[in-house]
């Protein structure tokens, strides 16, 4: 069975789930004969045709009121937006209109956001951000965040196929360097339930996306040292898995808690406060967090290194929660 690129995990999802049910349609910049940014929607256009993946202006509020407008009439359209940066223009779209419907009129609303997220590409401002956790925080949305090709196909599935809002943050770094073989049969992985990727007993690593691979990274380092790190893998960020978040810190009594984000206001806040809050007798020591520096993304690559997270940062909190 040949190995899967990430990327071609999210093409595969889109081909399966479009050849499966007629209703879903695919829309954004360049996603058409262009094949998308990234080529993550190669091959689409000459398979549906362009009643079905459609080309848009560079409006992203326009693509996502578009595909509310489908959702709430009995279609399921997965929108991209070429660059998690500019979601920002379509805010007003996600959190008020998309967000709420269902709240407000009882009907569902079928539709997937995709949007390449992160850093490490040397994107500079304007195409890195992280913007996961403003979405988190409002209710109405689900938000996924796969860090593997079998994750990154079978939650786009599972977005695909949910009558709920879902962000689906595909992170542009691992595109072409994460591979695993795929079943070949259909499968879909739940939102809303993380995994361990890493058993261990010292010290619990909760993380997601990018991060889960700068995880490992790390925890074969410490392993050299003895330490044994486990590392829970969110993949679904809204909902969060709760029960396996405490189920890892009460193994384990020491927690790191890391995202590609920015520090401040990061998920990892959340995370910590309700360790805190539900699970504070349990730890012995207090709730460390890794993150990208408060600041704009540098486009330098120096400098772009140092702003962001990494093994060996890890690698220093772990030893200081350990320390403790």
Do not use: C
């Not at 993380?207 to 330490?227: C, P, W």
């Amino acid at each position: 069975m040949a190995e899967v690129t990430y990327l071609q995990a999210i093409n595969e999802a889109l081909f399966e789930e479009m050849d499966r049910d007629p209703q879903v349609i695919l829309i954004g910049e360049d996603v058409g004969p262009y094949g998308g940014a990234f080529k993550v929607t190669k091959g689409l256009y000459e398979k549906f045709g362009d009643k079905r993946v459609i080309d848009t202006p560079i409006s992203e509020s326009a693509i996502i009121g578009v595909a509310v407008g489908n959702a709430i009439t009995g279609m399921r359209p997965v929108a991209e937006i070429q660059f998690a940066d500019f979601i920002t223009n379509a805010f007003n779209q996600i959190v008020t209109n998309a967000a709420t419907l269902h709240y407000r009129y009882s009907i569902p609303v079928p539709m997937v956001i995709r949007t390449p997220s992160g850093g490490g590409i040397h994107g500079g401002p304007f195409h890195s951000k992280n913007p996961e956790a403003w979405f988190v925080h409002q209710p109405g949305l689900k938000v996924v965040a796969p860090a593997f090709p079998y994750d990154a196909k079978g939650l786009l599935k599972s977005a695909i196929r949910d009558n709920n809002p879902v962000l689906y943050f595909e992170h542009k770094f691992l595109y072409r360097r994460i591979k695993q073989e795929l079943p070949q049969e259909d499968y879909t992985v739940p939102i809303g339930k993380a995994a361990i990727v890493r058993e261990g007993s010292d010290v619990s690593i909760i993380t997601y996306g990018s991060m889960v691979h700068e995880s490992i990274k790390a925890a074969d380092e410490l392993a050299k040292k003895g330490v044994n790190p486990e590392i829970l893998d969110l993949r679904s960020l809204q909902p969060m898995d709760l029960d396996a978040i405490f189920k890892t810190v009460a193994k384990t009594s020491r927690v790191v808690i890391v995202h590609e984000d920015n520090l401040t206001g990061g998920i990892g806040g959340e995370i910590a406060a309700l360790i805190a809050d539900q699970g504070f007798e349990m730890l012995d020591a207090p709730v460390k967090r890794v993150a990208a520096i408060d600041t704009p993304m540098p486009y330098s690559p120096v400098m772009e290194e140092y702003h962001l997270p990494n093994s060996a940062k890890i690698i220093k909190a772990v030893e200081q929660t350990l320390d403790y």
